[in-house]
């Protein structure tokens, strides 16, 4: 069964360092996510992003935060200056279709900014 | 935006005993609410998902039900085992494209035997 996978699954970084975390949906779908989760604390919506493009993306992603999809089949989150707070597990979602359609969430990224 | 409430935290249950999880939700245009399931450092996995034109689904031990007027939907496991034990989130997706989910709290169940 085909799923999203993500690298790398542990990212440490100094406070004010880039950090790129990679995803490579499932290869059918078109829609792709990226969620974050603060340890112990709900899953948040942080970017949605279709036909090469962001659709919606919320308050927690300010201008430190873009996202790309260089090519066929990565999908990439980019934190330009990384800030204690981003310390949380981020996960990449894909979605076949909207509204009625599945989010099949990777593995995520743990991220540790110190 | 949306705004999505979850009940109980915690809850704890013995083998064989059936646990319910609630939730409720804000924005009536919301139409789809899935149920994800995360046990220690894993990815949520959908467990159960209910469209808005749609009362009830059961899918064998698993059942949701939604109450559009109320804007509420719970979770309902029966006879459960330990391995139900895991963090249950309730989620709601609005129209649009490339609809977010919105989650909730979050219910840790613990499955005793």
């Known amino acids: 069964e085909p799923e999203v996978t993500q690298t790398p699954s542990h990212q440490v970084t100094q406070m004010g360092q880039e950090v790129i975390l990679r995803c490579v949906p499932i290869?059918?779908?078109?829609?792709f996510y990226w969620y974050r989760q603060i340890l112990g604390q709900k899953v948040e919506f942080l970017v949605s992003f279709y036909n090469n493009e962001i659709s919606e993306k919320s308050e927690i992603f300010d201008d430190q935060f873009s996202v790309e999809r260089p090519d066929g089949s990565n999908f990439t989150l980019k934190i330009r200056s990384t800030k204690l707070e981003d310390s949380a597990m981020y996960f990449c979602?894909?979605?076949?279709?909207?509204?009625?359609?599945?989010?099949?969430f990777g593995p995520g990224t743990r991220l540790t900014v110190l | 935006g949306e705004n999505v409430e979850q009940h109980p935290s915690t809850l704890s249950v013995q083998e064989g005993d059936s646990a319910v999880i609630k939730c409720t939700y804000s924005?009536?245009?919301?139409?789809?609410f899935p149920w994800y399931k995360q046990e220690l450092g894993k990815r949520p996995q959908l467990i159960i998902d209910i469209r808005s034109n749609v009362g009830e689904k059961k899918d064998q031990r698993i059942a949701v039900t939604l109450n559009k007027t109320a804007k509420h939907f719970s979770l309902h496991i029966t006879e459960t085992q330990p391995e139900d034990s895991a963090v249950y989130f309730c989620a709601a997706r609005g129209t649009g494209t490339a609809s977010k989910l919105t989650f909730g709290t979050g219910t840790r169940l613990q499955v005793t035997l």
């Open positions: 924005d009536s245009a919301s139409n789809y």
């Open positions: 290869s059918n779908h078109l829609y």
């Open positions: 979602a894909s979605s076949q279709g909207q509204s009625y359609n599945e989010q099949f």
